[in-house]
């Protein structure tokens, strides 16, 4: 069982940046031994992929709409995975939610929602222009 906790969203102007992070709460297994995922949610859309870690945070892969601008980072001893968000746009407007991942499974796999058993309550970022 994984309990995800998110923070760090606001309002930030365009070409800002913000750090979300998320704290898992694990029983029964290390939180290393988790790939960790981060997702964003706007109305009318389906959540999307946005960057994952995964376990022990030796790979990353990231959504093309954010490569180079976001980066996934984690802290095993924290229980803590990070999303540096820079050069932020209007469009990286969203809840984003973070989520981990018990099963093995590809970085490719890992871009898709179902692989992903516990979801944190997400936190909203408001992008203005």
């Known amino acids: 069982q994984v309990q995800l906790v998110e923070s760090g969203g606001g309002l930030v102007q365009a070409g800002g940046s913000l750090r979300l992070s998320c704290v898992a709460s694990?029983?029964?297994?290390?939180?290393?031994?988790?790939?960790m995922g981060w997702f964003r949610h706007t109305p009318g859309n389906e959540r999307e992929f946005v960057a994952v870690?995964?376990?022990?945070?030796?790979?990353?892969d990231y959504a093309d709409s954010v490569k180079g601008r976001f980066t996934i980072s984690r802290d095993n001893a924290k229980n803590t995975v990070y999303l540096q968000m820079n050069n932020l746009k209007p469009e990286d407007t969203a809840v984003y939610y973070c989520?981990?991942?018990?099963?093995?499974?590809?970085?490719?796999?890992?871009?898709?929602?179902?692989?992903?058993?516990?979801w944190g309550q997400g936190t909203q970022v408001t992008v203005s222009s």
């Open positions: 989520a981990a991942a018990g099963t093995l499974s590809s970085l490719v796999a890992l871009r898709t929602r179902s692989r992903y058993d516990y």
């Open positions: 694990t029983s029964g297994r290390t939180f290393s031994s988790y790939a």
């Open positions: 870690s995964s376990w022990r945070g030796a790979l990353t």
